[in-house]
């Protein structure tokens, strides 16, 4: 079993000595490095070798949605561990792969560790995204296997990750960053912080007000794309002015 590398940014010492403790306990961990401000996790990460960033929130200098949001890609997969249970929505928005809260429980951390660790193995390991077949889909109920051609599309609801496909509607406890990830890119676009787009399966662009679109599916439904992604679909489709909106 290949280690898992992790970085833990919290600024109180007692939380990462706790965090430290609970991750030695974990077959196939190791301790990568600490940070004890927000303003220091991109440096840190750099630096190379980080598979799975344990984050907190509310730290000095920036905090760690803010801190995610800065990091290049690829980055470490995170897992946000902190006292304030609000800002759940927000940390899934920027692609975190868990959520735990303080006190972290040992058992707990140990699910979203496997968890990160399952996504690793899979971005490692996985064929070429064109070449993909099945999609190893996990579920509170088990994982499902879906052919990505059959997916529409799939939206964040809440702290959980929608996804339409078959005609049915799928929760996941993955994150849409690391759904688009094993997803084929000549396919299926971001149109949206909380959506994500299989253009195979629009039949209409609809203009909205706003200057982004409402795309229909085939079978009906529809999905918000942003005034930007709206923007960035023109392009990449061939459209050199905005139906019903302003102009590029």
Do not use: W
């Not at 490095?33 to 070798?49: F, I, M, P, S, W």
């Not at 692609?95 to 979203?112: C, F, H, M, S, T």
């Amino acid at each position: 079993m290949t280690a898992l590398r992790v970085l833990v940014a919290d600024d109180e010492k007692l939380a990462r000595a706790r965090l430290f403790r609970l991750l030695g306990a974990i077959e196939g961990v190791v301790v990568a490095g600490e940070c004890d401000r927000g303003d220091a996790v991109r440096k840190a990460v750099q630096q190379g070798g980080i598979d799975v960033l344990l984050l907190d929130i509310e730290m000095p200098g920036l905090t760690g949605i803010e801190a995610l949001r800065l990091l290049p890609e690829p980055r470490p997969y995170v897992i946000f561990c902190t006292a304030h249970a609000e800002y759940a929505v927000s940390a899934f928005e920027v692609g975190a792969v868990d959520y735990l809260l303080k006190p972290v429980e040992a058992g707990r951390l140990q699910i979203a560790i496997e968890r990160a660790r399952r996504i690793v193995h899979a971005a490692k390991t996985d064929a070429p995204r064109p070449a993909a077949r099945r999609l190893a889909i996990e579920t509170r109920e088990g994982v499902l296997l879906l052919d990505p051609a059959e997916i529409a599309f799939a939206e964040l609801d809440g702290a959980l990750v929608t996804i339409a496909a078959g005609g049915r509607r799928v929760l996941t406890v993955l994150s849409l960053a690391a759904l688009e990830e094993r997803l084929p890119a000549d396919t299926f676009v971001r149109v949206h912080r909380r959506a994500l787009l299989n253009l195979e399966h629009v039949s209409l662009l609809e203009p909205t007000p706003s200057g982004g679109y409402l795309a229909r599916m085939k079978d009906g439904q529809a999905v918000e794309v942003s005034r930007q992604a709206a923007r960035e679909l023109r392009r990449a489709l061939g459209i050199t002015r905005g139906t019903g909106s302003d102009e590029d």
